[in-house]
Structures are given as C-alpha cells and as structure tokens.
C-alpha cells in the first residue's frame, strides 16, 4: 500500500458569505465567490504548498463549490505533477436552498445551545451526516492507496467543518474533543503526517475554544 508521506487540508479562501451573511438570501451557498481577501489567501496558500510540494506529485480532491474550485485555481500548482478530482462528499454542511437570514441566526444560535456535531439544521444537515459522508469518502481513499503508483502528496481543498470531521474520523476523536475546537481560517492548513511510527499525526492542532466534556469512558 503506496500511502502518502503527507495529507494536507485547506480551507477556501474567505468567500462573500463569510464577510455578508445576507448574500444567501440572493445566492445559492455552493455558487459563492471569493472576495479579495479570499483571492489573496488562497495565492498565499499556493506559495506554502509549492515550497512544500515541491517536484512532487499531488493527488488533489476538491469540493463542487465554486469557492473552493476558485482557491484551487489560485494556488498555481504545476498541472503535469497534480490529479485534481471533484469530490461531493467534500462540500459544505448543507444548511437548506434559499436561506433567510434571520431564521438562519437564530437556527446558528439553537446550534450553538444544541452542539454542532447532533444540530441539524432545517432542510439541511447536522454535522452527524456530515461525519458519515467524509467516513465514506475515507473508505475510497484508503482504496486509492491501494495504487502502488499513488503520489505521495494528497490536498484536499475544503470546507471548515469538513476539515474537522475528517480529522475526527482519521485520529478517532470523540464528539466532546470535536465539539471543543473551532475551525481553522480562510485559507488556513492542517497536514496529517506520516510518522516513523507508521501513525499520522496532525502538524499543529486546531484551537480549542472550551475543555472537552465526554458523557463516558471514551474521554
């Protein structure tokens, strides 16, 4: 099994729902833009990646949204070393079609009373379901390294969230460690090393906003 050295996770740049919240009410989430700023971010975020890339290969997964194909296009990685696919299961947490913003704060607030990994938001998802889907995502990358011509590097160009949930899923955190850190920036990283020791291990860890409180023996 040819499994890669390094599995780096980018968020997209800042979009014009992060900076607006009112844009949804005009804008379906998935057709957002980048901003300036964003645009900004994800050229920075393309510097680090070549500098850590290097000549090496890169299998590259994105999601559809249009935020995260525009970040990939700006991080100028060379196309004869990178095998870029669109990959659903890598979106955003669907929070409905057409939103009002006010129903959506106050359903942003109930989340926050509720917990982020069980809320589920009306006609959307919880972060549950999207646990389950980066799960199934999980099960065709292993397959992938199977490939002993794999690259040994693997970006996945994502959501926030997302990034969490993966992370969850590969290191084995249980809800309450999931629910007591924050997402990382627009165009922030977390890189999945492959140690000595066989295991990867996260590059730096994502900050925690409260101390973890599991229900049971699994803390």
């Not at 955190?173 to 295991?199: C, I, Y």
Request: charged fraction near 30%.
């Amino acid at each position: 099994m040819a499994r890669p050295r390094r599995i780096v996770l980018l968020r997209h740049g800042e979009s014009e729902g992060n900076v607006d919240d009112s844009v949804y009410e005009r804008v379906p989430d998935h057709a957002l833009r980048l901003t300036d700023t964003g645009r900004r971010q994800a050229e920075a975020a393309g510097g680090r990646l070549r500098a850590t890339f290097g000549d090496e290969r890169v299998s590259i997964y994105v999601s559809p949204y249009r935020r995260t194909h525009q970040t990939l296009k700006l991080l100028d990685l060379d196309p004869s070393r990178t095998r870029v696919r669109e990959e659903p299961r890598l979106r955003e947490q669907d929070w409905g079609n057409w939103q009002d913003r006010e129903d959506v704060r106050k359903q942003m607030a109930y989340r926050d009373a509720y917990g982020h990994f069980f809320y589920r938001f009306a006609q959307g998802e919880s972060g549950a379901d999207v646990y389950d889907r980066v799960d199934a995502f999980l099960d065709s990358l292993w397959r992938s390294f199977e490939d002993p011509a794999h690259p040994p590097n693997v970006l996945l160009v994502t959501h926030g969230l997302t990034m969490r949930l993966f992370c969850m899923r590969w290191l084995h955190w249980n809800v309450a460690e999931f629910e007591s850190l924050s997402n990382p920036g627009n165009g922030e990283m977390r890189t999945l090393l492959l140690g000595s020791d066989g295991r990867y291990h996260l590059d730096r860890p994502f900050e925690r906003w409260c101390t973890p409180k599991p229900y049971g023996h699994t803390g």
